[in-house]
């Protein structure tokens, strides 16, 4: 059985950093791409940044470009979101989630293709 499970999120002023982490389970963690999304309260689910452990390769979306770092621990079967100079814009809940394709800039723009969701961690940031 999969499971992806969030933790990291909180209350941080502008300008602050976070780490969010997802740790996986129940598949072949190695091969399969993991994405971050994210929801703001009124708007749609915005994908933020997604990396293909098959090849290490790493998207992101224009607004966090710079200021976030996703990265992958193989050993640990856990993907972290490194997020920094965070702006009150950047509140909302985060997800992550796994699909058993590769990744690429159009899997941050299709979270429909993925196969598992975690529960989400809710990330504020005051201004």
């Known amino acids: 059985e999969v499971h992806l499970v969030e933790s990291g999120g909180g209350l941080v002023q502008a300008g602050g950093s976070l780490r969010l982490s997802c740790a996986a389970s129940?598949?072949?963690?190695?091969?399969?791409?993991i994405g971050w999304f994210r929801r703001a309260p009124g708007k749609e689910r915005e994908g933020v940044s997604c990396?293909?452990?098959?090849?290490?390769?790493?998207y992101y979306v224009d607004s966090v470009k710079g200021r976030f770092t996703i990265s992958s621990d193989k050993a640990k079967n856990t993907v972290y979101l490194q997020m920094n100079n965070l702006r009150p814009e950047d509140t909302a809940v985060y997800y992550c989630a796994a699909d058993s394709g590769r990744g690429s800039s159009w899997y941050l723009r299709h979270a429909e293709v993925y196969d598992y969701w975690g529960q989400g961690t809710q990330v504020t940031v005051s201004s």
């Open positions: 129940g598949f072949n963690f190695d091969d399969w791409t």
């Open positions: 990396i293909d452990n098959s090849d290490g390769n790493t």
